[in-house]
């Protein structure tokens, strides 16, 4: 049965909804309509094409990552929100595998929606990592360490790719753990920070 007032905004939501129960790459104009219970063409009058709805997902999908690490890192400093912005992160993945994947790519430069969603995220990770006193490229290369480092262990988690059976919350403490050390040696003692030139991030 058709849903009443169909929108856009619903249109992104359940094409999200349906990215993570089917998997980002199988996400198709077609399946959404079909769980919306409308037509092909009643849903074009609110989406323009697939890659269009696959660009709002992601965008959708940046801002409740962000939305979501934000709030656990609220009142919290130096490892203690290293660990809740990871476990956040970690969180959502798991929740929303489909999302998650449609959040990895980078945006286009010239893409001002998607570049404001991927900046949210960037913010939330950039003020985590002050309290070990990074500026600059220092802090640039050690967002992109962190980021590249809770995405792979996410990936391979929502992806099956973990087959030994071993605590794999226990795992993913001992990364963060490795991380907060990294993260407490980032910078040699005397060393000035390089500022990040403008777009690099």
């Known amino acids: 049965?058709?849903?009443?007032?169909l929108s856009h905004d619903l249109v992104v939501r359940e094409a999200a909804q349906v990215s993570d129960d089917?998997?980002?790459?199988?996400l198709t104009l077609n399946v959404v309509a079909k769980r919306l219970g409308v037509s092909m063409p009643a849903l074009y009058k609110h989406i323009g094409s697939l890659e269009?709805?696959?660009?709002?997902?992601?965008?959708?999908?940046?801002?409740?990552l962000a939305s979501a690490m934000n709030g656990a890192v609220v009142g919290m400093s130096g490892q203690e929100a290293l660990f809740a912005m990871a476990r956040a992160y970690?969180?959502?993945?798991?929740?929303?595998?489909?999302?998650?994947?449609a959040s990895v790519r980078a945006p286009s430069w010239i893409d001002a929606e998607h570049s404001?969603?991927?900046?949210?995220?960037?913010?939330?990770?950039?003020?985590?990592?002050?309290?070990?006193?990074?500026?600059?490229?220092?802090?640039?290369?050690a967002v992109r360490a962190v980021r590249a480092t809770l995405h792979g262990f996410v990936s391979l988690?929502?992806?099956?790719?973990?087959?030994?059976?071993?605590?794999?919350?226990?795992?993913?403490?001992?990364?963060?753990?490795?991380?907060?050390?990294?993260?407490t040696h980032w910078v040699p003692a005397g060393h000035a920070a390089e500022p990040v030139p403008e777009g690099a991030r």
Request: proline share 3%.
């Open 1 to 5: 049965m058709p849903k009443a007032g």
């Open 22 to 26: 089917v998997g980002w790459e199988n």
């Open 52 to 64: 269009g709805l696959r660009h709002d997902v992601a965008v959708l999908a940046l801002n409740e």
């Open 90 to 101: 970690r969180a959502y993945g798991q929740r929303h595998p489909g999302r998650y994947s």
């Open 116 to 141: 404001a969603a991927a900046r949210n995220v960037l913010r939330v990770a950039y003020t985590t990592l002050e309290a070990y006193g990074l500026a600059g490229r220092d802090a640039a290369d």
């Open 157 to 183: 988690e929502t992806g099956g790719g973990f087959g030994i059976p071993a605590d794999l919350d226990r795992s993913f403490r001992r990364l963060v753990d490795g991380l907060d050390a990294t993260l």
